[in-house]
């Protein structure tokens, strides 16, 4: 990671192409080239939001680079350009779903802040085969991560909705796993300790704990952290942008009707008006016969089974008369005979 970040920081002080020879063709960039970050051609890269925090991500392994980005914007929209917009938002949706995960966990904290811990502490080994645990699930996160980006950007919207689902679940069985941990020493921590003398909440925007009525230098301390301002500006981001998205499909269809209207204002101006307005007609009568033959078969088929059900019921009925009238003459035959 830190060869990566010298490499960036050179490609920001000398350019992307200065290992190139004098004399060779430098290549156009292309916002399409899998070596640039889709991210951060969408709005940002969610990498650059928690550098040294809890939340760290990492570095990110894509480029970072103005000019493509530039491109990106200036693009017109295609299939391939609102599918980096949906991984963006993908993207963006799982680290808040991981806060949110995250704030829901603080307040069971609280609400467990003053009742008895359950059971003993754990053991060493206990602890340390769950430590190996939470490490190997949040390697297998992280992988399916890696592979829900890379079936998005194959296309397969359905695959990689899949794992991350996956990756959810294996995050909650992780987070259950630190929770049992934590709730084991929970009693002898410092924060507890605290908790007992101070009422505290829980951040709604990052998770993190605070100390209800706290001086307010320490709470705009908080508020302009980087963890803090980070999950702010990835949640305003991503309302924003849902926003939007919603806003040009309703555009769009209200465009389409537009499109219509005129069309049809056209044909009733000219020559062919007759034959488009009896078009319209022939294919709006077309349209009701088609749903009022699908009513009259949905009725053909309820009065056939309707039919049906009373004929077996009539049959029914007959069946019982006959067995009726059988038990009859056999009782008067018996007592005929009984008689004689």
């Not at 017109?76 to 949110?100: A, T």
């Not at 992780?174 to 009422?199: R, V």
């Not at 078969?297 to 009238?325: A, I, L, N, P, T």
Request: proline residues 3%; contains cysteine.
């Amino acid at each position: 990671m830190a060869v990566m970040a010298a490499a960036q920081l050179l490609d920001e002080l000398m350019g992307r192409h200065r290992n190139t020879n004098p004399n060779e063709k430098i290549k156009k960039p292309n916002w399409e080239d899998p070596e640039y970050c889709k991210y951060y051609m969408v709005k940002f890269c969610p990498h650059d939001l928690f550098v040294n925090t809890r939340a760290d991500l990492g570095a990110c392994p894509k480029v970072h680079d103005d000019e493509v980005k530039e491109l990106f914007e200036k693009a017109e929209s295609s299939y391939k350009k609102s599918q980096y917009v949906e991984e963006f938002l993908r993207f963006c949706r799982h680290m808040i779903n991981d806060v949110e995960r995250k704030i829901q966990k603080g307040k069971q904290r609280l609400e467990l802040m003053n009742s008895k811990p359950e059971g003993p502490p754990m053991t060493q080994a206990q602890t340390e085969k769950n430590q190996e645990q939470v490490k190997l699930l949040s390697e297998k996160v992280t992988s399916l991560m890696r592979d829900a980006e890379e079936a998005g950007t194959r296309g397969d919207i359905e695959q990689a909705q899949g794992l991350m689902k996956l990756c959810d679940r294996l995050k909650e069985e992780k987070d259950s796993l630190i929770k049992q941990q934590e709730n084991s020493h929970w009693s002898m921590t410092a924060e507890m300790a605290a908790a007992q003398e101070k009422q505290m909440e829980v951040c709604p925007v990052c998770g993190a704990f605070l100390i209800v009525g706290d001086a307010q230098q320490r709470i705009d301390d908080h508020l302009s952290g980087k963890q803090h301002v980070g999950y702010f500006k990835l949640r305003q981001a991503y309302e924003a942008m849902v926003q939007m998205l919603e806003k040009e499909t309703q555009e769009k269809e209200r465009r389409r009707r537009e499109e219509r209207e005129r069309e049809r204002g056209a044909r009733g101006g000219g020559l062919g008006s007759g034959l488009g307005r009896e078009r319209d007609r022939e294919r709006d009568d077309k349209d009701g016969r088609k749903d009022k033959d699908r009513e009259r078969s949905r009725r053909d088929d309820k009065g056939r089974h309707d039919d049906r059900d009373k004929e077996r019921e009539r049959d029914r009925e007959r069946r019982h008369r006959k067995d009726r009238r059988s038990s009859h003459e056999r009782s008067s035959r018996r007592r005929s005979r009984e008689r004689h």
